[in-house]
């Protein structure tokens, strides 16, 4: 099976819509490298298996919670921050400090608070390197084959190729083909 895991970059209607086999999309708009670790666990990775992990932006926080936590209902309430539901946990992708969800004045009740206490940048980069590690420990003790993919690096692609969207953040119809068969088809279909 080919898994992928990512943010906005790499949801269905971006570049994956080239992909002619089967496919388990856990990628999510505002994720973080936490909640692409905590997608992972969710998943029985096999050598038999293909992975790609797209990372995402160093920013990025990720609340993860219990299934029975009470705060999964206010968040349940916040527009533009997402639910998943996994095995053993809920993860939030928030997208960070620039979420969307800093436009309602819910969202600014509930989260700027906690957004200011869990950022730093300092903060970050351990965290992202100790995702990011535990992340390719696990996919190499599968023996899964996997490719990882940056948003950092796509998004410099995009704009050095004049393929961003009109968002002005997100890759284009177009270059998304491009960078498919540029530099992930190989990878899929082999």
């Not at 992972?40 to 990720?62: G, N």
């Not at 436009?103 to 906690?114: F, H, M, P, S, V």
């Not at 992202?128 to 996919?139: D, L, P, Q």
């Amino acid at each position: 099976m080919l898994y992928i895991l990512g943010c906005s970059y790499s949801q269905d209607w971006q570049w994956p819509e080239n992909i002619d086999v089967e496919f388990k999309n856990y990628s999510m708009a505002g994720a973080g490298n936490k909640y692409i670790y905590a997608a992972i666990e969710d998943i029985e990775l096999t050598a038999d298996d293909k992975i790609i992990v797209q990372y995402s932006e160093q920013d990025r926080i990720d609340i993860i919670l219990d299934h029975d936590s009470p705060w999964n209902n206010t968040l349940d309430t916040i527009p533009s921050i997402q639910r998943v539901n996994l095995t053993d946990c809920v993860a939030w992708c928030t997208a960070g400090p620039r979420g969307a969800w800093n436009n309602t004045e819910q969202g600014k009740n509930e989260l700027r608070y906690l957004m200011r206490e869990l950022y730093s940048v300092h903060n970050q980069k351990i965290e992202n390197r100790a995702w990011s590690s535990t992340i390719n420990e696990i996919i190499e003790t599968s023996g899964a084959q996997c490719l990882f993919l940056d948003i950092e690096i796509m998004n410099r692609w995009a704009k050095d190729n004049n393929r961003l969207d009109d968002d002005d953040f997100h890759i284009n119809k177009q270059g998304n083909l491009e960078y498919y068969n540029q530099f992930i088809r190989d990878f899929v279909e082999n």
